[in-house]
């Protein structure tokens, strides 16, 4: 049966509060779909069952996971080639430089959901930039889900996923076949840390970050909630440093700190000044 509106409105609340996400009224099909698979894997009817539960315990662990399947982005490797293209031919260029005496690279991958980014980030680093070998590489991932932290250390994708954007070389190169499936291999793996992060809760300690990557997060909050965390991103990023956006996102911070570059649609934006 179609969830009670009132019954939405409770779910749309607790969601805003646990993590800062903001569901409109027209998502309601949208959360019962997401809702549908996870309610029968629990022994509810429906995802309304699933969600009157809920909202009878909303601090419990069905709450944790109602949250995590809504959180759950689209995401693929080397989504939007736009921005992994700017990475390789003048971001990553200018740090080598930059960095150059002190050979640190520290990098964040935000809202990394099933690990498809950051793996896509080191794979291009590994196969681009052999001149980083000897540098001290500190490469964090982190999302709001346990659920898919838990998938992305393991590394472990469906044939369907590894034919959405992955280079048939990186395949060969960087994977080993486990049955039908296909897994990162050990040492690409132990490279990232990954880690859970509520962006709307706050931080654990960061390091200064060269690269960041947040795409397709700030989508999902209202523009209070977006200052604030680009506020933090801010103060995160090094003066020099580089931060990545989805298209559809305009940082709008309250001193309209960052400036977007001019590479062509890649979302890569710097601190002003």
Do not use: H
Request: hydrophobic letters at 40%; aromatic letters at 10%; proline letters at 7%.
């Amino acid at each position: 049966m179609p969830m009670l509106q009132s019954d939405f409105d409770q779910i749309r609340k607790l969601v805003l509060e646990r993590s800062g996400i903001v569901l409109d009224s027209g998502k309601q099909a949208m959360v019962e779909q997401k809702l549908g698979p996870v309610a029968k894997d629990k022994g509810y009817p429906d995802a309304t069952a699933f969600a009157k539960e809920v909202i009878k315990n909303p601090l419990g662990g069905l709450s944790t996971m109602l949250i995590e399947e809504i959180a759950t982005p689209e995401t693929g490797f080397f989504r939007d080639n736009r921005a992994f293209k700017a990475l390789k031919e003048a971001v990553l260029p200018q740090l080598l430089e930059s960095r150059g005496n002190e050979r640190t690279l520290n990098i964040w991958s935000g809202g990394c959901s099933t690990g498809q980014e950051p793996y896509s980030i080191l794979m291009m680093l590994q196969d681009n930039f052999p001149q980083l070998k000897g540098w001290t590489i500190r490469f964090i991932a982190t999302d709001i889900s346990q659920k898919l932290l838990s998938r992305a250390r393991e590394g472990v994708y469906s044939q369907l996923e590894m034919n959405r954007g992955l280079p048939a070389p990186m395949l060969l190169k960087y994977f080993q076949k486990q049955g039908l499936q296909w897994q990162v291999k050990p040492a690409i793996r132990s490279l990232i840390e990954f880690r859970e992060l509520n962006l709307v809760k706050p931080w654990p300690p960061l390091p200064k970050m060269d690269i960041i990557f947040l795409r397709n997060v700030l989508v999902y909050f209202n523009p209070e909630t977006k200052r604030g965390i680009l506020d933090r991103i801010g103060q995160t990023l090094r003066p020099d440093g580089f931060m990545f956006m989805g298209m559809a996102e305009i940082p709008m911070t309250a001193d309209n700190k960052f400036e977007k570059l001019d590479y062509e649609r890649s979302g890569c934006f710097r601190l002003r000044g």
